[in-house]
């Protein structure tokens, strides 16, 4: 069963960082696109960043210079790491593989 899990939301100051993960099981993600997606109350679900397979990475205007997408294989996680938080973050932050979505994890951006 395909299955990819979300973790390392959380409550962050404004300016801080975190770690997004992004653990699957049921398949390689190393053989696979990886998006990262967000949604904020009340807006639709944008994307924020995608790791290709072979290892090509882009990025939302929104988190261009403060985002950055990694894979380690070994653990086959996709990770998004976010720097300089601001208050527009906060969203439940979802990875996805094709039609294969997790249940997301939330991150707040607040002092």
């Known amino acids: 069963q395909l299955q990819l899990v979300e973790s390392g939301g959380g409550l962050v100051q404004p300016g801080g960082s975190l770690r997004l993960s992004c653990a699957a099981s049921g398949f390689i993600l190393d053989n696979y696109d990886i998006g990262w997606f967000r949604q904020a109350p009340g807006k639709e679900r944008e994307g924020v960043s995608c790791?290709?397979?072979?290892?090509?990475?882009n990025y939302a205007d929104s988190v261009k210079g403060r985002a950055t997408v990694s894979r380690d294989n070994a653990k086959n996680t996709v990770y998004l790491q976010m720097n300089s938080l601001k208050s527009e973050d906060t969203a439940v932050y979802y990875c996805?593989?094709?039609?294969?979505w997790g249940p997301g994890t939330q991150v707040t951006v607040s002092s």
């Open positions: 996805n593989q094709g039609l294969n």
């Open positions: 790791l290709s397979s072979s290892g090509a990475t």
